[in-house]
């Protein structure tokens, strides 16, 4: 299971919910005044209660009260509407909204000699503030409210009932603007979760993206391999059948029979490929050549009536990583396969070598070379795709040429992390 671990800062850029009115559903209305509404019938049922028969037990305590009016008369109600019901307005207007439900419930007020409205209309509107408003408005809110709560008048004459009827108001205006500012805490919260988990979906897809690319990149090189090497043995291969048909009819004979062979095999390998590709469970798995077939390449270019020098006594085939061995390899491939098509070179030198920390692959030609700059863009794919097989494990990939002064390309790949 993935933890994500989400800062909510009880700060100024908590974020605010939308509060245009251009933008308010027909829902959001009736969500608004069915609140209106709801906090209406809390208050009527708050003075239905107040209007219970009273059974005094002590004559101080029915002093007390003598002046109490336990019958709510059509006054009651509709002062109570008007501390009420502009709370449909509430969050098109937060602060107008708490300002005239305060007005009206402090007027109100000195004018209720025998009940004490509810107070239930300004602790929604300080509920919605903190709600919508940043949390120094939330604050400024509730502090407004539970002064004016605090010194509204009251209908006891004792001290003690005021006292506690008014801090009674006060700590549910506080629990309001609280439970407000929780709100739009765990609103924050719930949104910066969602844009969490959106952001690590996009990263998943990303990733599969980047490695479906990298996958393809990884196809089109071995694929560039097999072709560009065997076309090009079949292409030397032919054209010296077609020199001796004449001339000697068993020597052409033999290449064609060398034409059928290569291109056999590089069929063979594209059909392994394939089926890796496709899973199939008989598809052939086993790892490329390696530098086993050294010899091959140095026949190969042989053929092309290219003097080869081949210097590999300080490798050790034994010790250097399987894939390490076929990616020097497969960069040598590449190498000769470019110099018996582009090169019109005579001479090249190979020299493989090992230690216990690297391995090195160089190969050297005596032909026309190439700018390297301009070889970097050009159409083709293969330095680029011996670079990318020798970045991929780690390695250093390097070509030296010039026009007119032959090439020689590198390959040095550290042995160290490329064992296991």
């Known amino acids: 299971m993935t933890n994500i671990r989400l800062d909510i800062p009880f700060r100024e850029d908590i974020p605010e919910p939308v509060d245009d009115e251009e933008e308010r559903t027909p829902k959001d209305w009736a969500i608004d005044a069915a609140v209106a509404i709801a906090a209406f019938a809390f208050g009527c049922a708050q003075l239905l209660l107040a209007s219970t028969s009273v059974v005094f037990v002590d004559n101080l305590f029915r002093e007390m009260m003598r002046q ?8 009651s109600y509709v002062a109570l509407a008007f501390t009420t019901l502009p709370l ?12 005239i439900v305060l007005s009206c419930f402090l007027f109100t007020a000195g004018y209720m000699y025998g009940f004490s ?16 408003r940043p949390r120094r408005e939330a604050i400024l809110a509730a502090a407004v409210v539970a002064v004016g709560v605090a010194f509204a008048p009251t209908p006891y004459q004792s001290v003690t009932l005021a006292f506690i ?5 006060v700590a549910v205006v506080a629990a309001g603007g609280l439970a407000g ?24 897809e990303e990733l599969a993206a980047r490695r479906v690319a990298e996958e393809r990149v990884s196809i089109a090189r071995d694929v ?35 034409i059928r062979a290569v291109s056999k095999g590089a069929l063979e390998e594209i ?64 190498a000769a396969t470019n110099t018996v098509r582009h090169a019109q070179a005579h001479r090249v030198d190979i020299l493989l ?26 159409e083709g794919h293969g330095l680029q795709g011996m670079a990318e097989r020798v970045g991929a494990i780690g390695g250093t990939f390097t070509v030296r040429s010039a026009p007119q002064e032959g090439c020689t390309v590198i390959a040095e790949i550290p042995l160290e992390g490329n064992h296991g």
């Open 165 to 169: 009827m008014k801090g009674m108001n």
């Open 224 to 258: 560039h391999d097999i072709t560009a090497h065997s076309l090009s043995a079949v292409a030397i291969q032919a054209a010296a059948a077609e020199r001796l048909v004449d001339i000697d009819p068993a020597a052409a004979k033999e290449a064609i029979g060398d």
């Open 271 to 334: 059909r392994a490929m394939i089926g890796v590709l496709r899973g199939d469970e008989e598809a052939e798995k086993a790892p490329a050549e390696g530098t086993e077939r050294m010899g091959d390449l140095v026949e190969y270019l042989e053929r092309a009536d290219i003097r080869v020098t081949l210097t590999d006594r300080g490798y050790d085939r034994a010790a250097v990583p399987a894939f390490v061995d076929m990616t020097l390899f497969q960069v040598v491939r590449e």
């Open 353 to 378: 070598r090992s230690t216990a920390s690297q391995a090195y692959a160089k190969f050297s030609d005596d032909g026309v070379g190439m700018d390297t700059d301009a070889a970097k863009h050009a």
């Open 88 to 99: 449909v307005l509430r969050r098109v207007a937060p602060w107008p909204t708490l300002l």
């Open 181 to 204: 500012f929780a709100m739009r805490v765990y609103a924050a919260y719930l949104l910066e979760t969602r844009r969490r988990l959106d952001e690590a979906e996009r990263g998943r």
């Open 68 to 75: 109490v009016d336990l019958v709510p008369g059509f006054y």
């Open 117 to 132: 409205l509810s107070v239930v209309g300004p602790v929604v509107a300080v509920y919605t503030v903190a709600n919508e």
